[in-house]
């Protein structure tokens, strides 16, 4: 087995992960970290045939309860080849793309509860940048405040007026919350600083979708029908720069990205 991490936290939990894994013999480990920052390590193991378990280091501010043997690191995938050279020609290039900050199409994602005081305390559990999610997508840009596209008007998702009139907006926690369920989306590969995702969102508040200057039918119409999904896509478009809408909409084709 290849140890070739330093940091000895990310090690110690990825040991705590695999000893819940059922393994076979293990070949050896291959540790990296992304130009951001993150962790991560390709753990080679062999029976009859070779896999690869690809782990990552999450956030791991925000722990779910209910979840008492978490840790801050996820398994991404398992792949299984026939022979070594297989196995090792993949992890050495996927390693190297990762190294060199090309993450590929890998979007994982865990959404993770925030306890209810964080409207009353939202820089207890947040950090500017954070990409929030509540019914839509949303960036917390510090101060108690969230950017997202969403309507000030009341009503519900499908009232007229509303999807006519949404616009990329400023809220406060409590109001983006509303009566839904607070989480923050840890990109498990990140690709984007958080001081970055909020400038992109910053950036976005005046130049992201803005009402038509001159009122047109065929203008409104269309800001109608591309509502839905721009709530969705927003917060992606902010945290990793590709528009994306939930990724359960995405395996179901609910939705074309081309189409906000």
Known sequence: MLDNSTDANFVKNVNKLLANESMAYEVYRKYGTTPLGQNFVFVVSSLVWYAVRFIVETDGR?????????????LLYRKQFARKYQIDDFVNSRFGQLAEGEYGNEFNETPTKIPKDCVEYPDKYLKTGDHVRSDHDGIY??????????????????????RMNAIVCI?????????????IVDHCIRRRHHADIKAAADENLTDLWPMPTIYSAKAMSKRYRKAPHREAVFGYLCAVGVPRVAPHLEVLGYYDTNDI
């Open 62 to 74: 925000v722990v779910d309860p209910s979840e008492k043997d978490s840790t801050s690191v996820k």
């Open 171 to 183: 809220a406060t926690v409590e109001e983006f919350k509303a009566n839904y369920v607070l989480k």
């Open 141 to 162: 840009i510090g101060d108690g405040l969230v950017v997202h596209f969403h309507s000030d008007i009341d009503g519900t998702e499908d009232d007229t007026e509303a």
